[in-house]
């Protein structure tokens, strides 16, 4: 059981940045891929980024590229979020997962990630 949570969300202009922290509960961090997800009111949750425990892969949605850093400490068990640049819509409730690496697996997906934090709120006023 790995549990996850999240801290970091809050208010922030357009043009502002932000930081998400992710505290993993798990003596076998680098074992696991990390995503961050998002999800606005009335949408679909949506792939933001992965990064891989080990092997360095990485991966960022579309509409974030760019103005989004994902990275891990595996000393302190966290992943986090670097989020600049940012727009009105990018504000959505920010989730954390965590699922055990594998080749075959498509860490875009939400339906890989077998744990998830609680989400953590983060509002981008124009």
């Known amino acids: 059981q790995v549990q996850l949570v999240e801290s970091g969300g809050g208010l922030a202009q357009a043009g502002g940045s932000l930081r998400l922290s992710c505290a993993a509960s798990?003596?076998?961090?680098?074992?696991?891929?990390m995503g961050w997800f998002r999800q606005a009111p009335g949408k679909e949750r949506e792939f933001v980024a992965a990064l891989s425990g080990g092997d360095s892969r990485i991966y960022y949605g579309e509409t974030v590229k760019g103005r989004f850093t994902i990275s891990r400490d595996n000393a302190k068990n966290t992943v986090y979020l670097q989020m600049n640049s940012l727009k009105p819509e990018d504000t959505a409730v920010y989730y954390c997962?965590?699922?055990?690496?594998?080749?075959?697996?498509?860490?875009?997906?939400?339906?890989?990630?077998?744990?998830w934090g609680q989400g953590t709120q983060v509002t981008v006023s124009s």
């Open positions: 798990t003596p076998t961090f680098t074992i696991y891929f």
């Open positions: 997962a965590a699922e055990s690496a594998a080749m075959y697996k498509d860490y875009t997906r939400a339906y890989e990630y077998h744990y």
